[in-house]
T-cell receptor, first 114, second 115 residues
Framework: AQSVTQLGSHVSVSEGALVLLRCNYSSSVPPYLFWYVQYPNQGLQLLLKYTTGATLVKGINGFEAEFKKSETSFHLTKPSAHMSDAAEYFCAVSDDFGNEKLTFGTGTRLTIIP | DSGVTQTPKHLITATGQRVTLRCSPRSGDLSVYWYQQSLDQGLQFLIQYYNGEERAKGNILERFSAQQFPDLHSELNLSSLELGDSALYFC??????????????FGQGTRLTVV
């Protein structure tokens, strides 16, 4: 069964610094990978997704992620953190072909230091 | 605003009771998913419906059931509630099925507190 592991339940970065949130996946088939963001008292919003094709995926709010099959990773990055990026971030993988249910990681809470 | 509407936003009820959570998907979306978010279990998939039929089942307890109606709204029924059922319950919708790359749009959730 597919699964994802997010390294670091809490990450703090200074405003303007690089954001790096780590996600490793386990999948027996080519995975479909997602990053979702959850702001306080809100639902989840899709940041970006990898299905097929280009391994560097650009998303909303300046985030991007690179699919690295050799490392089974899908880390999320943003060159310069903004205060509004403070939120919880979830990496997710969808089921093997034929099912769209998502298996989520445990989440990483991102804090931005002014 | 994702276009997915969940009601109620908050629910407080006693152990042993039964509650119904309601979800209206985005206009035109045929798939509805239910997820549970709790501190100890994280975000867990419960069940998926597509155009009125159950499509996939996750770690959903036997005390829980769901259905999707002809107008495509969905209800999640939780019965014989226990303290451990306290969680945030999310509904999500997507336009299709059999496409694991499709984006799911999430509602703002129903926070259930069992006392």
């Amino acid at each position: 069964a597919q699964s994802v592991t997010q390294l670091g339940s809490h990450v703090s970065v200074s405003e303007g610094a690089l954001v790096l949130l780590r996600c490793n996946y386990s999948s027996s088939v080519p995975p479909y990978l997602f990053w979702y963001v959850q702001y306080p008292n809100q639902g989840l919003q899709l940041l970006l997704k990898y299905t097929t094709g280009a391994t560097l995926v650009k998303g909303i709010n300046g985030f991007e992620a690179e699919f690295k099959k050799s490392e089974t990773s899908f880390h999320l990055t943003k060159p310069s953190a903004h205060m509004s990026d403070a939120a919880e971030y979830f990496c997710a993988v969808s089921d093997d072909f034929g099912n769209e249910k998502l298996t989520f990681g445990t989440g990483t809470r991102l804090t931005i230091i002014p | 605003d994702s276009g997915v509407t969940q009601t109620p936003k908050h629910l407080i009820t006693a152990t042993g009771q039964r509650v119904t959570l309601r979800c209206s998907p985005r206009s035109g979306d045929l798939s509805v998913y239910w997820y549970q978010q709790s501190l100890d279990q994280g975000l867990q998939f419960l069940i998926q419906y597509y155009n009125g039929e159950e499509r996939a089942k996750g770690n959903i307890l036997e005390r829980f059931s769901a259905q999707q109606f002809p107008d495509l709204h969905s209800e999640l029924n939780l019965s014989s509630l226990e303290l451990g059922d306290s969680a945030l319950y999310f509904c999500a919708s997507s336009p299709e099925a059999r496409n694991p790359g499709t984006e799911a749009f999430f509602g703002q959730g129903t926070r259930l507190t069992v006392v």
